[in-house]
């Protein structure tokens, strides 16, 4: 099955391709995860890896390089992020805007004008925004198109400081996303990077995996994930404030762009340990309730539920979205908790070890699937399952990340074939995806576990930053491309 008019691309985020140059230039050291990293605590309590992201690819650096090894794959389009740090590395805070609320209290209007944006202008770094013109002026040269994203888990570290958080979240004076200034900020930076860029973008998004930044950085603090704490209430106005910055962000980009403006999501398909048993399929559902539905039901319909459960409420001024992307990996299998949290009763679930996220490195799962070396199981029919819980609110899909941490380049050609074949059997079935993007062209700075974890199609030698591809996964996705799937 072959679209002539099908996007096919690779995709990056800014923090973890951007630096790596020798010499040090091309630095970010204005984001969150720049100091979450090198912390001391987090080090020697091995939440990150001690790997530092100055020693990364250097994308930043290299990007004609990397985009001619997209381009030799035939690809047609190319994602990636304009890290709102390096465009403002100062608050932007006093800039004053109007804005207005609604009647539960959320932020349903910010009032940006020319004088704001001359204003932001001002203290914007035109360095950057002259680096980002180049790189997608060069995409678009070499026939590319683009999609980009506005915030992929990073944060202006004045927005968001983890370290002070982790301390004392109420004398914190950058709370991030748990702040609702964070909406206004976001909103500005929002408007100022369609006016800067609008002429070189196909596809806006605004978010990158909002529930990540909750998920992680305030439900599990045992998985290195900033701001490191356990505070049900906090990720509650996290959730909340990014579907209202989400909206927010929408707005402020149609003010000053026609092109398509989307959200991406990792909707993970959930399914029930022991599907007899009535307590692990209620969990099931409560998963996929909490972890997927908060945003598709947000941002598509404008229905929240305040409490997270399933008792919505209508929101109009949320409802702001053009399509919808999808990270998809891999699966989780449900069991049944008791609650944990008053704050979010909804949670009673949790994933069962040996399958999904929670399985062996370098193994087989208990279904006796491949496990990457991420210990993520491989497991193909989640693609479908995923796409299918997207498809029921009928907004145009693309499958934004998909790929497999594989050093040794053994999996990584099945897992393409057999993700990409069930793709294809949901746009069969009805689904309207129009395209998929691997993660990742290289090797990358994976977070909090740094190099230990290789999802590139190429390889990077540490030290002379050369590109070595992985010969079978390059062959398949490049065949693919090409021919489509036998």
Known sequence: MHHNDFVWGVVQSAFQFEMGDPMRRYLDTRTDWWYWVRDVYN??????SGHLPEDGVNNYGLY???HHLAKNLGLNSYQLTIEWSRIFPCPTYHIDVEFERDGYGLIKNVKITEDVLEELDRIANHTEITHYRKVLGNLKKMG??????????TQPIWLHDPIEVRRDIEKA???GWADERAIIEFAKFSAYAARKFDDLVDYWATFDEPMVTAELGYLAPYVGWPPGILNPSAAKSVILNQLVGHARSYDAIKRFSKKPVGIILNIIPAYPRDPNDQKDVKAAENYDLFHNR??????NEGRVDFEFGDNYTKIPHLARNDWVGNNYYTREVIRYIEPRYKELPIINFV?????GYSAEPNSVSK????TSDFGWESFPQGMYDSIMIGEEYKKPMFITENGVADSRDTLRPRYIREHVAKMFDAIEAGADVRGYFHWALTDNYE?????????????VDPISKQRIPRPKSVETYKKIVKEGLE
């Open 43 to 48: 080090i020697k309590n091995d939440l990150v």
């Open 64 to 66: 004609e390089i990397d």
């Open 144 to 153: 590319f198109q683009t999609f980009v994203t506005l915030n992929h888990q």
């Open 173 to 175: 004076r950058a709370k």
């Open 294 to 299: 908060i945003f598709l039901e947000g941002v």
């Open 351 to 355: 994933g069962t070890e040996g399958y």
């Open 367 to 370: 279904d006796n699937n491949p």
């Open 447 to 459: 977070w909090a576990m740094g190099f230990k974890i290789r999802f590139g199609l190429y390889e």
